[in-house]
């Protein structure tokens, strides 16, 4: 599956597949084959943050 281009959009599906499935972001890059920098970055530029703690970005 190819992730989003557009960053509120990835936004979006990244916080929903957290919730729903994966214990934390870098288990949710290991099944998926997904570079967590590239998402990071991606969602930095549009002022999203990842939260360990909460398992989101917010």
Same mark, same amino acid.
């Given at each position: 599956?190819?992730? =989003?281009? @557009? =960053?509120?959009?990835?936004?979006?599906?990244?916080?929903?597949?957290?919730?729903?499935?994966? =214990?934390? &972001? @870098?288990? &949710?890059?290991? @099944?998926? #084959?997904?570079?967590?920098?590239?998402?990071?970055?991606? &969602?930095?530029?549009? #002022?999203?943050?990842?939260?360990? /703690?909460?398992? /989101?970005?917010?």
């Amino acid at each position: 599956m190819s992730l =989003p281009k @557009d =960053p509120f959009i990835l936004y979006s599906m990244i916080n929903m597949k957290l919730r729903d499935s994966y =214990p934390s &972001l @870098d288990a &949710l890059c290991d @099944d998926m #084959g997904e570079d967590r920098k590239e998402i990071e970055k991606t &969602l930095a530029e549009a #002022g999203f943050e990842y939260n360990i /703690q909460t398992n /989101q970005f917010a």
